[in-house]
């Protein structure tokens, strides 16, 4: 099994390009969630959902939009780049919403830089 | 609002010594509390979690205890390794409710 995979694994835009950073999980996991970590800020959750077609706001949602057509898949989109992204995401899916079966399972993550 | 509370300094410990790491919580009620491992340039992994009923729970060398009275949970490595070198992060939570996590607390373990 593959568990969580992300695409592209380092990404450098510009201010104000957009882009969208994939997730793809072969889990048959419903619930999936992006966070963003930066140093000294710990991991903060984005976006999550819950099933196909499902999805609500985290912590920091400005400036992300994300959508759920199937179940393997939970891109995030970054609408207009701005330097405050640059971060480094992960995805996470597990089988339930508190991870209370076998934890999340985090993708390698995608290190992202806007300049 | 609710508070998860780990050292944020690094702890360093030699080889073969038992390593211990805190998790203080507030203004939480968790039935459920998690432990993950994060290595440098990488996601985290899912450790271990633990009941609020069960108090201790152990997989080879670590030892998690949960203390909902307290608050507080303790992670323990036994017979450190170098391996061990990560940082810990935690996150309690009620089970129904998306993952909270600790900033965590970087663990050294030097031959």
């Known amino acids: 099994n593959a568990g969580v995979t992300q695409t592209p694994k380092f990404q450098v835009l510009k201010t104000g390009q957009s882009m969208t950073l994939q997730c793809a999980q072969d889990?048959?996991?419903?619930?999936m969630s992006w966070y963003r970590q930066d140093p000294g800020m710990g991991l903060r959750l984005i976006h999550y959902s819950v099933g196909a077609g499902i999805t609500d706001q985290g912590e920091v949602p400005n400036g992300y939009n994300v959508s759920r057509s199937t179940t393997e898949d939970f891109p995030l989109r970054l609408l207009s780049a701005a330097p405050s992204q640059t971060s480094v995401y992960f995805c996470?899916?597990?089988?339930?919403?508190?991870?209370?079966?076998?934890?999340?399972?985090f993708g390698s993550g995608t290190r992202l830089t806007v300049v | 609002s609710q508070k998860i509370e780990q050292n944020s300094e690094a702890l360093n410990i030699q080889e073969g010594k038992t390593a211990t790491l805190t998790c203080n919580y507030t203004?939480?009620?968790?039935?459920?509390l998690q432990w993950y491992r994060q290595d440098p340039g990488r996601g985290p992994v899912f450790l271990l979690l633990i009941r609020e009923n069960e108090k201790e729970k152990r997989k080879e060398r670590l030892k998690v205890t949960f203390d909902t009275t307290l608050k507080q949970s303790l992670f323990h490595i036994t017979a450190s390794q170098p391996a061990d070198s990560a940082t810990y992060l935690c996150?309690?939570?009620?089970?129904?409710?998306?993952?909270?996590f600790g900033k965590g607390t970087m663990l050294l373990v030097s031959p």
């Open positions: 889990m048959n996991h419903e619930y």
């Open positions: 203004n939480y009620s968790p039935a459920y």
């Open positions: 996470a899916s597990s089988s339930d919403r508190g991870g209370t079966g076998y934890g999340y399972t």
């Open positions: 996150a309690p939570n009620s089970g129904y409710s998306t993952l909270t």
